[in-house]
Protein backbone atom coordinates (compact mmCIF):
# COMPACT_ATOMS: atom_id res chain seq x y z
CA UNK A 1 0.00 0.00 0.00
CA UNK A 2 2.54 2.30 0.89
CA UNK A 3 4.21 1.95 -2.55
CA UNK A 4 0.81 2.84 -4.20
CA UNK A 5 0.60 5.59 -2.11
CA UNK A 6 3.80 6.81 -3.30
CA UNK A 7 2.79 5.96 -6.99
CA UNK A 8 -0.58 7.98 -6.29
CA UNK A 9 1.62 11.06 -5.08
CA UNK A 10 4.24 11.14 -7.85
CA UNK A 11 1.51 11.22 -10.32
CA UNK A 12 -0.88 14.05 -8.60
CA UNK A 13 2.93 16.01 -8.28
CA UNK A 14 2.80 15.55 -12.53
CA UNK A 15 -0.73 16.71 -12.60
CA UNK A 16 0.07 19.75 -10.33
CA UNK A 17 3.37 20.93 -12.01
CA UNK A 18 2.31 20.41 -15.04
CA UNK A 19 -1.24 21.39 -15.05
CA UNK A 20 -1.94 23.36 -11.98
CA UNK A 21 -4.16 20.76 -10.62
CA UNK A 22 -3.87 20.88 -7.17
CA UNK A 23 -6.26 18.30 -5.74
CA UNK A 24 -8.30 15.46 -7.04
CA UNK A 25 -12.38 17.01 -6.96
CA UNK A 26 -13.80 15.95 -3.57
CA UNK A 27 -15.55 12.51 -3.05
CA UNK A 28 -12.93 11.13 -5.67
CA UNK A 29 -9.54 9.21 -5.15
CA UNK A 30 -6.73 8.34 -7.20
CA UNK A 31 -5.22 4.80 -7.76
CA UNK A 32 -2.14 4.14 -9.43
CA UNK A 33 -0.69 1.57 -11.28
CA UNK A 34 2.61 1.70 -12.61
CA UNK A 35 2.52 4.43 -15.00
CA UNK A 36 -1.14 4.27 -15.09
CA UNK A 37 -4.07 6.58 -12.98
CA UNK A 38 -7.64 5.96 -12.53
CA UNK A 39 -10.14 7.92 -11.03
CA UNK A 40 -12.60 6.55 -8.76
CA UNK A 41 -15.73 7.15 -6.21
CA UNK A 42 -15.25 6.87 -2.79
CA UNK A 43 -17.64 4.59 -2.14
CA UNK A 44 -15.93 2.05 -5.11
CA UNK A 45 -13.09 1.24 -2.14
CA UNK A 46 -15.43 -1.30 -0.23
CA UNK A 47 -14.96 -3.21 -4.07
CA UNK A 48 -11.68 -3.31 -4.81
CA UNK A 49 -11.12 -6.18 -3.82
CA UNK A 50 -13.17 -8.26 -6.08
CA UNK A 51 -13.07 -5.58 -8.51
CA UNK A 52 -11.48 -6.55 -12.48
CA UNK A 53 -11.84 -2.80 -13.31
CA UNK A 54 -12.52 0.30 -11.02
CA UNK A 55 -13.53 3.79 -12.26
CA UNK A 56 -12.22 5.38 -15.49
CA UNK A 57 -8.37 5.62 -16.27
CA UNK A 58 -7.53 9.22 -16.14
CA UNK A 59 -3.70 9.69 -16.83
CA UNK A 60 -0.53 7.85 -17.65
CA UNK A 61 3.01 8.92 -17.13
CA UNK A 62 4.99 9.68 -20.29
CA UNK A 63 8.48 10.55 -21.41
CA UNK A 64 6.94 13.96 -22.27
CA UNK A 65 4.88 14.49 -19.22
CA UNK A 66 1.75 13.59 -17.60
CA UNK A 67 -1.06 12.56 -20.55
CA UNK A 68 -4.61 12.67 -20.07
CA UNK A 69 -7.06 10.77 -21.41
CA UNK A 70 -10.14 12.08 -22.61
CA UNK A 71 -12.22 11.55 -19.49
CA UNK A 72 -9.40 12.34 -17.69
CA UNK A 73 -9.75 15.86 -18.95
CA UNK A 74 -13.05 15.61 -18.51
CA UNK A 75 -12.56 14.76 -15.00
CA UNK A 76 -9.17 16.92 -14.17
CA UNK A 77 -9.43 19.59 -16.68
CA UNK A 78 -12.42 21.74 -15.00
CA UNK A 79 -9.26 21.79 -12.36
CA UNK A 80 -6.52 22.88 -14.50
CA UNK A 81 -5.05 26.11 -14.21
CA UNK A 82 -2.45 26.09 -16.85
CA UNK A 83 -1.24 24.54 -20.04
CA UNK A 84 -5.28 24.49 -21.26
CA UNK A 85 -5.74 25.03 -25.40
CA UNK A 86 -8.87 25.78 -26.95
CA UNK A 87 -9.66 24.43 -29.94
CA UNK A 88 -12.46 26.15 -32.74
CA UNK A 89 -15.76 23.33 -33.00
CA UNK A 90 -14.67 23.10 -36.55
CA UNK A 91 -11.17 21.36 -35.19
CA UNK A 92 -12.62 18.78 -33.26
CA UNK A 93 -14.19 16.27 -35.92
CA UNK A 94 -10.56 16.51 -37.55
CA UNK A 95 -8.96 16.21 -33.94
CA UNK A 96 -11.49 13.22 -33.82
CA UNK A 97 -10.52 11.21 -36.28
CA UNK A 98 -6.59 11.70 -35.42
CA UNK A 99 -5.22 15.01 -36.82
CA UNK A 100 -2.97 17.47 -35.18
CA UNK A 101 -3.89 20.78 -35.01
CA UNK A 102 -2.29 23.93 -36.24
CA UNK A 103 -2.47 26.55 -33.07
CA UNK A 104 0.77 28.94 -34.12
CA UNK A 105 2.13 30.61 -30.41
CA UNK A 106 -0.81 30.15 -27.55
CA UNK A 107 0.03 32.87 -25.23
CA UNK A 108 0.70 31.45 -21.85
CA UNK A 109 1.12 27.91 -22.68
CA UNK A 110 4.05 26.43 -22.66
CA UNK A 111 5.08 23.49 -25.20
CA UNK A 112 4.58 19.90 -23.21
CA UNK A 113 1.83 18.09 -23.00
CA UNK A 114 -1.38 20.10 -22.69
CA UNK A 115 -5.44 19.86 -21.84
CA UNK A 116 -7.72 20.16 -25.32
CA UNK A 117 -11.09 21.62 -25.16
CA UNK A 118 -13.56 22.74 -27.33
CA UNK A 119 -16.12 25.46 -24.86
CA UNK A 120 -17.51 22.62 -22.22
CA UNK A 121 -15.93 19.59 -24.46
CA UNK A 122 -13.09 18.05 -23.41
CA UNK A 123 -11.60 16.27 -25.90
CA UNK A 124 -7.98 14.67 -24.01
CA UNK A 125 -4.79 15.61 -23.98
CA UNK A 126 -2.05 16.42 -26.48
CA UNK A 127 1.80 17.79 -27.43
CA UNK A 128 1.75 21.16 -27.92
CA UNK A 129 5.40 21.87 -29.58
CA UNK A 130 4.93 25.52 -30.31
CA UNK A 131 3.25 25.09 -32.78
CA UNK A 132 0.78 23.04 -33.28
CA UNK A 133 -0.79 20.33 -30.63
CA UNK A 134 0.31 16.68 -31.88
CA UNK A 135 -2.57 14.45 -31.30
CA UNK A 136 -2.70 11.15 -28.81
CA UNK A 137 -6.32 10.31 -28.99
CA UNK A 138 -6.01 6.50 -28.85
CA UNK A 139 -7.10 4.60 -32.28
CA UNK A 140 -9.97 3.12 -30.43
CA UNK A 141 -11.42 6.62 -29.95
CA UNK A 142 -10.97 8.15 -33.19
CA UNK A 143 -13.72 8.55 -35.32
CA UNK A 144 -14.79 8.76 -38.76
CA UNK A 145 -14.53 13.03 -40.07
CA UNK A 146 -17.74 12.70 -42.38
CA UNK A 147 -20.67 10.13 -42.95
CA UNK A 148 -23.94 10.69 -45.09
CA UNK A 149 -26.91 11.05 -42.79
CA UNK A 150 -30.12 8.95 -43.34
CA UNK A 151 -33.49 9.38 -43.14
CA UNK A 152 -34.67 6.63 -40.63
CA UNK A 153 -38.46 7.69 -40.89
CA UNK A 154 -38.16 7.41 -44.59
CA UNK A 155 -36.13 3.98 -43.84
CA UNK A 156 -38.96 2.62 -42.16
CA UNK A 157 -41.60 3.52 -44.52
CA UNK A 158 -40.14 1.66 -47.41
CA UNK A 159 -39.79 -1.44 -44.57
CA UNK A 160 -43.06 -1.61 -43.87
CA UNK A 161 -44.20 -1.52 -47.72
CA UNK A 162 -42.08 -4.19 -48.25
CA UNK A 163 -39.53 -2.37 -50.18
CA UNK A 164 -35.71 -2.02 -49.46
CA UNK A 165 -34.08 0.58 -48.11
CA UNK B 1 -45.93 -13.57 -42.68
CA UNK B 2 -44.09 -12.79 -45.85
CA UNK B 3 -42.42 -10.00 -44.48
CA UNK B 4 -40.14 -12.80 -42.53
CA UNK B 5 -37.66 -14.93 -44.65
CA UNK B 6 -38.47 -18.29 -44.65
CA UNK B 7 -37.76 -20.61 -41.64
CA UNK B 8 -37.38 -17.28 -39.38
CA UNK B 9 -40.79 -17.78 -37.84
CA UNK B 10 -41.37 -21.70 -36.43
CA UNK B 11 -44.55 -23.34 -35.64
CA UNK B 12 -43.65 -23.42 -32.35
CA UNK B 13 -42.82 -19.86 -32.20
CA UNK B 14 -46.60 -18.97 -33.78
CA UNK B 15 -48.49 -20.99 -31.86
CA UNK B 16 -46.65 -19.43 -28.59
CA UNK B 17 -46.76 -16.09 -29.31
CA UNK B 18 -50.29 -16.36 -31.12
CA UNK B 19 -51.63 -17.20 -27.79
CA UNK B 20 -49.79 -14.26 -25.88
CA UNK B 21 -50.51 -11.46 -28.35
CA UNK B 22 -54.42 -12.56 -29.44
CA UNK B 23 -56.14 -10.43 -31.43
CA UNK B 24 -52.67 -8.30 -31.81
CA UNK B 25 -50.73 -11.19 -33.43
CA UNK B 26 -50.64 -10.12 -36.71
CA UNK B 27 -50.15 -6.05 -35.37
CA UNK B 28 -47.35 -7.43 -33.36
CA UNK B 29 -45.66 -9.46 -36.14
CA UNK B 30 -45.91 -6.55 -38.42
CA UNK B 31 -43.78 -3.88 -35.55
CA UNK B 32 -41.28 -7.29 -35.65
CA UNK B 33 -40.36 -7.38 -39.43
CA UNK B 34 -39.59 -3.52 -39.29
CA UNK B 35 -36.35 -2.08 -37.79
CA UNK B 36 -37.43 0.47 -34.75
CA UNK B 37 -35.79 3.82 -35.40
CA UNK B 38 -32.60 3.89 -33.85
CA UNK B 39 -32.31 5.88 -30.42
CA UNK B 40 -29.56 8.09 -28.37
CA UNK B 41 -28.97 8.55 -24.81
CA UNK B 42 -26.98 12.09 -24.54
CA UNK B 43 -24.46 12.20 -21.57
CA UNK B 44 -25.32 14.71 -19.06
CA UNK B 45 -22.00 14.36 -17.51
CA UNK B 46 -20.03 15.35 -20.27
CA UNK B 47 -22.24 17.98 -21.79
CA UNK B 48 -25.27 20.10 -21.41
CA UNK B 49 -28.03 17.82 -22.84
CA UNK B 50 -29.74 21.05 -24.67
CA UNK B 51 -26.46 22.46 -26.38
CA UNK B 52 -25.47 19.20 -27.16
CA UNK B 53 -28.88 18.00 -28.95
CA UNK B 54 -28.37 21.49 -31.09
CA UNK B 55 -25.07 20.63 -31.60
CA UNK B 56 -25.81 17.58 -33.49
CA UNK B 57 -29.02 19.02 -34.81
CA UNK B 58 -26.98 21.99 -36.59
CA UNK B 59 -25.33 19.17 -38.11
CA UNK B 60 -28.56 17.86 -40.07
CA UNK B 61 -29.12 15.35 -37.29
CA UNK B 62 -33.37 15.16 -36.53
CA UNK B 63 -33.74 14.28 -32.90
CA UNK B 64 -37.64 12.90 -30.97
CA UNK B 65 -37.51 12.88 -27.65
CA UNK B 66 -38.65 9.75 -25.97
CA UNK B 67 -41.34 10.91 -23.47
CA UNK B 68 -39.92 8.45 -20.76
CA UNK B 69 -36.62 9.47 -20.38
CA UNK B 70 -35.44 12.91 -20.53
CA UNK B 71 -31.96 12.13 -22.35
CA UNK B 72 -33.34 9.59 -24.41
CA UNK B 73 -33.93 10.82 -28.51
CA UNK B 74 -34.96 8.62 -31.07
CA UNK B 75 -32.42 9.47 -34.33
CA UNK B 76 -35.18 10.43 -37.17
CA UNK B 77 -32.07 11.45 -39.35
CA UNK B 78 -28.98 11.00 -38.76
CA UNK B 79 -25.41 9.44 -39.64
CA UNK B 80 -25.32 5.68 -40.92
CA UNK B 81 -23.04 4.57 -38.39
CA UNK B 82 -23.98 6.39 -34.99
CA UNK B 83 -21.36 4.37 -33.19
CA UNK B 84 -18.62 6.17 -35.67
CA UNK B 85 -19.06 9.68 -34.90
CA UNK B 86 -16.66 12.33 -32.92
CA UNK B 87 -19.72 12.78 -30.53
CA UNK B 88 -20.03 9.05 -29.83
CA UNK B 89 -16.13 8.61 -29.36
CA UNK B 90 -16.18 11.47 -26.79
CA UNK B 91 -18.55 9.35 -24.77
CA UNK B 92 -21.48 12.07 -25.40
CA UNK B 93 -24.16 9.84 -26.42
CA UNK B 94 -24.57 6.17 -25.92
CA UNK B 95 -26.35 4.41 -28.75
CA UNK B 96 -29.49 2.89 -26.58
CA UNK B 97 -32.22 1.10 -28.08
CA UNK B 98 -35.43 3.74 -26.18
CA UNK B 99 -37.19 0.97 -24.21
CA UNK B 100 -33.85 -0.52 -22.97
CA UNK B 101 -33.69 2.94 -20.87
CA UNK B 102 -36.96 1.57 -19.21
CA UNK B 103 -35.33 -0.50 -16.57
CA UNK B 104 -33.55 2.16 -14.68
CA UNK B 105 -36.07 4.90 -14.82
CA UNK B 106 -37.55 1.94 -13.10
CA UNK B 107 -34.88 0.92 -10.68
CA UNK B 108 -34.41 5.20 -10.15
CA UNK B 109 -31.19 4.79 -8.23
CA UNK B 110 -29.78 7.46 -6.50
CA UNK B 111 -26.73 9.71 -5.72
CA UNK B 112 -24.32 7.69 -3.23
CA UNK B 113 -26.08 4.72 -2.80
CA UNK B 114 -24.66 1.03 -3.72
CA UNK B 115 -26.15 -0.26 -6.94
CA UNK B 116 -25.68 -3.98 -8.18
CA UNK B 117 -26.19 -4.39 -12.00
CA UNK B 118 -25.98 -8.02 -12.28
CA UNK B 119 -26.11 -8.83 -16.02
CA UNK B 120 -24.40 -6.01 -16.87
CA UNK B 121 -22.36 -6.01 -20.23
CA UNK B 122 -22.34 -4.29 -22.30
CA UNK B 123 -23.26 -1.38 -20.01
CA UNK B 124 -26.02 0.66 -21.55
CA UNK B 125 -28.05 0.43 -18.76
CA UNK B 126 -24.96 0.56 -16.08
CA UNK B 127 -23.83 3.83 -17.81
CA UNK B 128 -27.40 4.76 -17.73
CA UNK B 129 -27.80 4.59 -13.98
CA UNK B 130 -23.83 5.34 -13.24
CA UNK B 131 -25.08 9.26 -14.71
CA UNK B 132 -28.67 8.98 -13.26
CA UNK B 133 -26.32 8.89 -9.85
CA UNK B 134 -24.42 11.93 -10.75
CA UNK B 135 -21.25 9.87 -10.92
CA UNK B 136 -21.60 9.68 -6.97
CA UNK B 137 -22.31 6.19 -5.06
CA UNK B 138 -20.95 3.20 -6.68
CA UNK B 139 -22.50 0.45 -9.06
CA UNK B 140 -21.09 -2.78 -9.15
CA UNK B 141 -21.40 -4.03 -13.02
CA UNK B 142 -21.18 -7.99 -13.16
CA UNK B 143 -20.56 -10.12 -16.24
CA UNK B 144 -20.25 -13.76 -16.62
CA UNK B 145 -17.75 -13.57 -19.65
CA UNK B 146 -14.97 -12.16 -20.31
CA UNK B 147 -15.47 -11.07 -23.66
CA UNK B 148 -18.51 -9.00 -22.92
CA UNK B 149 -17.07 -7.77 -19.44
CA UNK B 150 -14.31 -6.05 -21.50
CA UNK B 151 -17.02 -4.13 -23.48
CA UNK B 152 -18.40 -2.97 -20.55
CA UNK B 153 -15.22 -2.05 -19.71
CA UNK B 154 -14.55 -0.09 -22.51
CA UNK B 155 -18.11 1.60 -22.69
CA UNK B 156 -17.84 2.37 -18.96
CA UNK B 157 -14.46 4.20 -20.03
CA UNK B 158 -15.75 6.28 -22.75
CA UNK B 159 -18.76 7.38 -20.68
CA UNK B 160 -16.71 8.11 -18.15
CA UNK B 161 -18.37 6.65 -15.56
CA UNK B 162 -16.09 6.83 -12.22
CA UNK B 163 -18.54 5.20 -9.76
CA UNK B 164 -18.49 1.92 -11.23
CA UNK B 165 -16.46 -1.36 -10.42
CA UNK B 166 -16.30 -4.16 -13.20
CA UNK B 167 -16.69 -7.55 -11.69
CA UNK B 168 -16.28 -10.90 -14.43
CA UNK B 169 -18.33 -13.53 -12.00
CA UNK B 170 -21.06 -15.84 -12.60
CA UNK B 171 -23.94 -13.68 -11.47
CA UNK B 172 -25.20 -16.88 -9.79
CA UNK B 173 -22.45 -17.51 -6.99
CA UNK B 174 -22.08 -13.53 -6.31
CA UNK B 175 -23.46 -13.68 -2.87
CA UNK B 176 -20.92 -15.69 -1.62
CA UNK B 177 -18.07 -13.64 -3.60
CA UNK B 178 -19.99 -10.82 -1.77
CA UNK B 179 -20.33 -12.04 2.00
CA UNK B 180 -21.76 -9.43 3.83
CA UNK B 181 -21.99 -6.56 1.49
CA UNK B 182 -25.63 -5.82 0.44
CA UNK B 183 -27.21 -3.40 -2.09
CA UNK B 184 -29.40 -0.13 -1.75
CA UNK B 185 -30.93 -1.50 -5.67
CA UNK B 186 -30.47 -4.21 -7.70
CA UNK B 187 -30.55 -4.12 -11.75
CA UNK B 188 -31.28 -7.84 -13.23
CA UNK B 189 -31.12 -7.70 -16.66
CA UNK B 190 -31.14 -11.02 -17.44
CA UNK B 191 -29.94 -12.86 -20.48
CA UNK B 192 -32.90 -13.90 -22.60
CA UNK B 193 -34.60 -15.23 -25.50
CA UNK B 194 -34.29 -11.91 -26.68
CA UNK B 195 -37.21 -11.94 -29.00
CA UNK B 196 -37.22 -8.24 -28.55
CA UNK B 197 -34.37 -7.89 -30.44
CA UNK B 198 -35.36 -9.30 -33.35
CA UNK B 199 -36.66 -5.70 -34.70
CA UNK B 200 -32.93 -5.60 -34.91
CA UNK B 201 -31.96 -9.15 -36.68
CA UNK B 202 -33.79 -12.22 -37.46
CA UNK B 203 -31.02 -14.20 -35.53
CA UNK B 204 -33.13 -14.29 -31.93
CA UNK B 205 -35.98 -15.48 -34.00
CA UNK B 206 -34.19 -18.42 -35.94
CA UNK B 207 -32.65 -19.60 -32.65
CA UNK B 208 -35.77 -19.36 -30.56
CA UNK B 209 -37.14 -23.30 -29.49
CA UNK B 210 -39.12 -23.65 -26.62
CA UNK B 211 -36.82 -26.12 -25.43
CA UNK B 212 -34.41 -22.61 -25.01
CA UNK B 213 -36.36 -20.55 -23.18
CA UNK B 214 -37.30 -23.77 -20.20
CA UNK B 215 -33.50 -23.80 -19.91
CA UNK B 216 -32.90 -20.47 -19.57
CA UNK B 217 -35.94 -19.35 -17.42
CA UNK B 218 -34.07 -21.64 -14.91
CA UNK B 219 -30.91 -19.43 -15.52
CA UNK B 220 -32.76 -16.24 -14.91
CA UNK B 221 -34.43 -17.69 -11.74
CA UNK B 222 -31.00 -18.64 -10.15
CA UNK B 223 -29.66 -15.28 -11.38
CA UNK B 224 -32.62 -13.09 -9.95
CA UNK B 225 -32.50 -15.45 -6.58
CA UNK B 226 -29.10 -14.12 -6.45
CA UNK B 227 -29.61 -10.93 -6.79
CA UNK B 228 -32.21 -11.06 -4.28
CA UNK B 229 -30.38 -11.95 -1.49
CA UNK B 230 -27.75 -9.44 -2.75
CA UNK B 231 -30.50 -7.00 -2.01
CA UNK B 232 -30.86 -4.76 1.29
CA UNK B 233 -33.97 -5.03 3.90
CA UNK B 234 -36.31 -2.27 2.15
CA UNK B 235 -34.00 -2.12 -0.58
CA UNK B 236 -36.02 -1.84 -4.47
CA UNK B 237 -35.06 -4.51 -7.57
CA UNK B 238 -35.92 -4.40 -10.81
CA UNK B 239 -35.57 -7.53 -13.02
CA UNK B 240 -36.24 -7.56 -16.35
CA UNK B 241 -35.83 -8.80 -20.13
CA UNK B 242 -36.03 -7.95 -23.55
CA UNK B 243 -38.46 -10.49 -24.29
CA UNK B 244 -42.09 -11.76 -23.83
CA UNK B 245 -42.04 -15.42 -22.90
CA UNK B 246 -43.76 -15.58 -19.59
CA UNK B 247 -41.77 -18.77 -18.59
CA UNK B 248 -39.28 -15.79 -18.84
CA UNK B 249 -41.13 -12.80 -17.08
CA UNK B 250 -44.16 -14.06 -14.69
CA UNK B 251 -42.54 -17.09 -13.85
CA UNK B 252 -39.18 -16.06 -12.28
CA UNK B 253 -40.88 -12.70 -10.86
CA UNK B 254 -42.99 -15.75 -9.15
CA UNK B 255 -40.42 -17.77 -7.44
CA UNK B 256 -39.40 -14.43 -5.97
CA UNK B 257 -42.77 -13.71 -4.68
CA UNK B 258 -42.03 -17.00 -2.56
CA UNK B 259 -39.06 -16.36 -0.89
CA UNK B 260 -41.16 -13.05 0.26
CA UNK B 261 -40.09 -10.55 -2.11
CA UNK B 262 -43.57 -7.30 -2.95
CA UNK B 263 -44.15 -6.34 -6.58
CA UNK B 264 -44.64 -2.31 -7.19
CA UNK B 265 -45.89 -0.88 -10.39
CA UNK B 266 -43.38 1.05 -11.67
CA UNK B 267 -43.94 5.09 -12.24
CA UNK B 268 -42.84 5.65 -15.62
CA UNK B 269 -44.36 8.54 -17.37
CA UNK B 270 -45.79 8.63 -21.30
CA UNK B 271 -44.81 4.59 -21.51
CA UNK B 272 -47.39 2.53 -22.59
CA UNK B 273 -47.37 -0.66 -21.18
CA UNK B 274 -49.85 -3.50 -20.64
CA UNK B 275 -50.01 -5.17 -16.83
CA UNK B 276 -48.24 -8.46 -16.20
CA UNK B 277 -50.19 -12.05 -16.80
CA UNK B 278 -52.00 -13.30 -14.06
CA UNK B 279 -53.06 -16.03 -16.27
CA UNK B 280 -51.25 -19.03 -18.82
CA UNK B 281 -52.26 -21.48 -20.51
CA UNK B 282 -55.16 -22.35 -17.70
CA UNK B 283 -53.08 -21.60 -14.97
CA UNK B 284 -54.02 -19.01 -12.23
CA UNK B 285 -50.71 -16.45 -11.41
CA UNK B 286 -50.44 -14.57 -8.30
CA UNK B 287 -52.72 -11.28 -9.38
CA UNK B 288 -50.01 -9.13 -7.96
CA UNK B 289 -48.32 -9.64 -11.42
CA UNK B 290 -50.55 -7.45 -12.87
CA UNK B 291 -48.42 -4.64 -11.66
CA UNK B 292 -45.08 -5.35 -13.68
CA UNK B 293 -44.92 -3.97 -17.10
CA UNK B 294 -45.23 -5.69 -20.22
CA UNK B 295 -43.62 -2.99 -23.43
CA UNK B 296 -45.05 -4.51 -26.87
CA UNK B 297 -43.66 -3.70 -29.85
CA UNK B 298 -46.06 -1.98 -31.07
CA UNK B 299 -47.41 0.01 -28.20
CA UNK B 300 -44.18 2.56 -28.08
CA UNK B 301 -42.69 1.42 -31.77
CA UNK B 302 -39.49 -0.17 -29.86
CA UNK B 303 -38.05 -3.27 -28.44
CA UNK B 304 -40.16 -5.73 -26.40
CA UNK B 305 -39.48 -5.37 -22.86
CA UNK B 306 -40.54 -6.83 -19.63
CA UNK B 307 -39.65 -4.98 -16.64
CA UNK B 308 -40.90 -5.91 -12.83
CA UNK B 309 -40.07 -3.59 -9.66
CA UNK B 310 -39.98 -5.62 -6.65
CA UNK B 311 -39.37 -4.95 -3.11
CA UNK B 312 -37.46 -6.50 -0.56
CA UNK B 313 -39.80 -6.18 2.51
CA UNK B 314 -37.98 -4.68 5.94
CA UNK B 315 -39.17 -7.81 8.09
CA UNK B 316 -37.56 -9.87 5.28
CA UNK B 317 -36.20 -13.32 7.03
CA UNK B 318 -34.18 -16.40 5.98
CA UNK B 319 -31.04 -16.58 3.87
CA UNK B 320 -32.95 -13.81 1.73
Not at chain 2, 237 to 266: H, K, Q
Not at chain 2, 299 to 319: R, S
Amino acid sequence: MEARLGREERITALLRERFGIDEIPEGYVLLSSARKARLVSTETLDFLDVASVAGVYVAKETPFGPHLSIEGSRLLGPLATKNVVEVDPEDVDAWMSGSDIEKGEVPGVEPGPVIVKSGEIYLGSGYYDGRRIRNMVSRARRSEQSQPLIDYTLRREKEERGEEF
Amino acid sequence: MERFPEGVLKPAFQERYRKLMGSEYELFLRFMATRPIPSIRLNPMKADPHRLRKRLESRGWRLEQIPWYDFGFWVLRGPERLGATPEHQLGLYYVQEAASMVPPVALDPQPRERVLDLAAAPGSKTTQMAEMMGWRGVILANDSNLGRANALSANIQRMGCPNVVVTVRDGRILPKVLSSRRFDRVLVDAPCSAVGEARRSWGALKRWSLRAVRRISRLQKSLALAGYRLLKKGGLMVYSTCTLDPEENEFVVLSLLREGAELVRPEILNLKARPGLTRWEDRELDPALSRALRIYPQDNDTQAFFVALIKKPLDAGGEC
